[in-house]
């Protein structure tokens, strides 16, 4: 593993990147987002089994296959990032039309466009626990925390992890101190996270990671264990990661736009129908380097869901509200996602 970078230095260059981010997404405020026609579509994916039906869809070419039924060829274009800033950023910008990060991202975006880009949530990428995993072993819980610690996550602050993280803080310090954790919080891609964890010597003592980066971590540390589980925090399974767009969008190309939809639907019975070729195709398109085995352990987990209606969102929505981090209360879940038919059953 190449040497940790110093945290100071981290920390300088996260604070310019911030700045420049910050930067781009007031010039995307102030701007329209460029019109398309139909028949193209820029999805912005990250990291982990989280974005498998994003994976499906792009090995089978659903997008393409379901674009022909609407009588329109699809040209789809695919990016990796990694943190809900860069998603949202990249959103903002016009760079990407479909976004995939967590609610928490999704949440803030949908705050911040609200009444300019409305940008709202297309679909869920099913419910998954979401484990913080400490490589200390005197971390039972999040309060054994020390400012000597540092806990990778996507994006701090923005991320669903961080928000999750949030929500836990409140519950054992008050929450006017839900952020407390936050300066200790760094962000780094999950790869560079699990790689941390396992090796151990580092400052990151702490992952709040996804699937399967958290199971790699248990499996390769024996000090590696939990300290945190997303669905205890939010109070049973819940949608984690999601994918979001502008009003614009959806409403300029309704014939891509439901052929992506329709993707997501195919990939997701695909995913529960057959998940050794679901895990087979994972590892090709994303070209992962995780066990086999551990992976079909996930994606057969009974705690794992593949769908794309959204599940018990809005307990994180209302902690948002309620601690000041979006201006906006949303009366439920549809006033951050889309009317659309697939979605009629979410929560």
Request: charge should be neutral; hydrophobic fraction near 45%; aromatic fraction near 8%.
């Amino acid at each position: 593993m190449p040497p940790s970078i110093p945290f100071a230095s981290r920390l300088t260059r996260a604070i310019t990147a911030a700045v420049l981010s910050l930067s781009l997404a007031a010039v995307a405020l102030a701007m329209p987002t460029p019109a398309h026609a139909e028949g193209r579509i820029r999805i912005a994916e990250q990291f982990g089994i989280v974005y498998l039906l994003l994976n499906v869809a792009r090995d089978q070419q659903l997008i393409e296959k379901h674009g022909k039924a609407e009588g329109v060829d699809i040209k789809v274009e695919w990016l990796k990032l990694s943190g809900g800033s860069a998603v949202n950023d990249a959103l903002l910008s016009g760079a990407v039309d479909i976004a995939g990060a967590g609610v928490g991202p999704l949440l803030t975006i949908w705050d911040r466009t609200y009444g300019k880009q409305n940008v709202k949530g297309v679909a869920s990428l099913g419910n998954f626990p979401y484990y913080l995993v400490s490589n200390r072993p005197e971390v039972k819980t999040i309060a054994d925390f020390t400012d000597k610690d540092r806990i990778a996550l996507p994006a701090v602050g923005v991320s669903v992890q961080s928000r999750v993280l949030q929500m836990a803080s409140a519950a054992v310090w008050g929450e006017a101190q839900y952020n407390k954790l936050d300066s200790i919080s760094v962000a780094l891609p999950h790869p560079d996270a699990t790689a941390a964890i396992i090796s151990g010597g580092t400052e990151i003592t702490g992952h709040f990671g996804n699937p399967p980066f958290q199971e790699q971590e248990l499996a390769g540390n024996p000090r590696a264990h939990i300290v945190l589980d997303s669905y205890k925090v939010l109070g049973g399974p819940s949608s984690s990661t999601v994918l979001f767009a502008t009003e614009k969008f959806r409403k300029d190309n309704p014939k891509t736009y439901k052929a992506f939809q329709d993707a997501l639907v195919e990939a997701a019975r695909f995913v529960r129908e057959h998940p050794d070729q679901a895990a087979d195709t994972y590892l090709r398109v994303a070209d992962a380097k995780q066990d086999r085995k551990l992976l079909l352990d996930i994606i057969t987990n009974p705690q794992v869901q593949f769908k794309v209606e959204p599940q018990n969102t809005y307990t994180l929505a209302r902690f948002m509200h309620r601690v000041g981090a979006i201006k906006h209360e949303p009366a439920s879940w549809r006033d951050y996602f889309f009317d659309d038919a697939v979605l009629a059953n979410g929560s």
